[in-house]
């Protein structure tokens, strides 16, 4: 009876020691980031359990599972945890999303980043929200004000010629290229207000010589950083933004009329004649003055305000915006359509008007 009990407790130990051998799955796979680069240091932790592995350099690795329906964890520094069900899958390539609301924990330094409380290099950054708050035509208008340490200079309202001449912390070169350094997505251009903002996931300037030294002389003058929006793992998103904007004129100085100009013409002739000692041969006559002031003959003396005939002292600004984001943990998508234009009222009106 003895041996009887001794065998049956030696048969119970083998089932459950195979039992528990059979329950383990080995699993592989590979982690990559936003730019399907591969993450090394991605901690991964089998559900409700000790058992934890980390990736390698190249992204890849391996664990053996304690049950077939287990469910691994996928933390990073600066990404979404998620959690995928291994099933019966024994290879799993798994895409970590960035975690935007963490973005002021971390800063984009050069072509990496750091913890924003190790990183000594003076930074500033704006997102998506900053840049959309107002209906400008281009990024370097929507800088303005909302930057530490960026200079911006409108030199004329033109439209397609409206943008602003950004510096950071003035001049630091007197000769060539006097503007800053600009990357995006880590791509050297050299104009960047052809950019919508609403694709725009951030903006970072880097403007002491400590953030902008992996650079070299290049970023003298600061670097502007601009990341683009990506894909994101999820159902799609739709987002439809539109705005109006009334745009006027600051100040336009007053013109003087035809008659007035053809006088000072002559005056001005007048005046070289004394320091050149020529004879003074008015340009103008009275008759042609007299003839510009009355309107008498507005084929041959025209007298018409052109300022006031082609432009109108406030014009409609209309923008309108469509995004589509989504994904799976394979292919990721973002689709942005704008359309944008100014409406100036103009008139083609000839020299007969008058």
Do not use: C
């Not at 699993?27 to 932790?45: C, M, Q, R």
């Not at 053996?64 to 287990?70: E, G, P, V, Y």
């Not at 929507?142 to 010629?161: K, W, Y």
């Not at 683009?228 to 539109?242: E, L, Q």
């Amino acid at each position: 009876m003895k041996n009887y009990r001794f065998h049956l407790l030696v048969f119970g130990a083998i089932l459950l020691l195979f039992g528990s051998v059979n329950a383990q799955q080995k699993v592989t796979g590979l982690v990559s980031g936003a730019s399907n680069d591969p993450l090394e240091g991605v901690t991964i932790t089998e559900k409700n359990t000790r058992n934890v592995v980390i990736t390698s350099k190249t992204g890849e690795f391996a664990i053996d599972l304690s049950t077939s329906k287990a469910v691994l964890i996928f933390s990073y520094s600066g990404y979404l945890e998620k959690q995928v069900t291994v099933g019966t899958q024994t290879r799993i390539e798994v895409s970590l999303d960035i975690d935007y609301q963490k973005m002021e924990d971390v800063v984009v330094v050069g072509y990496g980043r750091q913890k924003k409380l190790t990183s000594v290099g003076s930074q500033s950054s704006v997102g998506t929200k900053e840049l959309t708050q107002s209906p400008v035509a281009n990024i370097s208008n929507s800088l303005v004000g909302r930057m530490t340490g960026l200079f911006a200079v409108q030199g004329s309202g033109e439209p397609g010629n409206d943008q602003s001449r950004i510096l950071i912390r003035g001049i630091g070169t007197f000769s060539g290229n006097q503007g800053p350094l600009i990357l995006v997505d880590g791509i050297q251009v050299d104009f960047f207000n052809n950019i919508d903002p609403n694709e725009i996931e951030n903006i970072t300037i880097l403007k002491d010589a400590s953030s902008t030294a992996v650079f070299g002389i290049r970023g003298a003058n600061g670097v502007i950083l601009i990341t683009t929006k990506r894909g994101k793992t999820g159902a799609p998103t739709v987002s439809f933004t539109t705005n109006t904007a009334f745009n006027s004129f600051t100040s336009i100085r007053e013109r003087m009329n035809s008659g007035d100009y053809a006088t000072s013409f002559n005056k001005a002739l007048e005046n070289d004649s004394y320091l050149t000692g020529g004879t003074f041969t008015p340009r103008f006559s009275e008759s042609d003055i007299d003839k510009y002031k009355s309107g008498e003959d507005p084929l041959f003396f025209p007298n018409v305000n052109w300022y006031d005939e082609m432009l109108k002292k406030t014009s409609l600004q209309h923008q309108y915006n469509l995004n589509i984001r989504g994904g799976t943990d394979k292919v990721k998508y973002f689709i942005s359509v704008r359309k944008a234009y100014l409406k100036i009222q103009k008139y083609l009106m000839g020299l007969m008007h008058k």
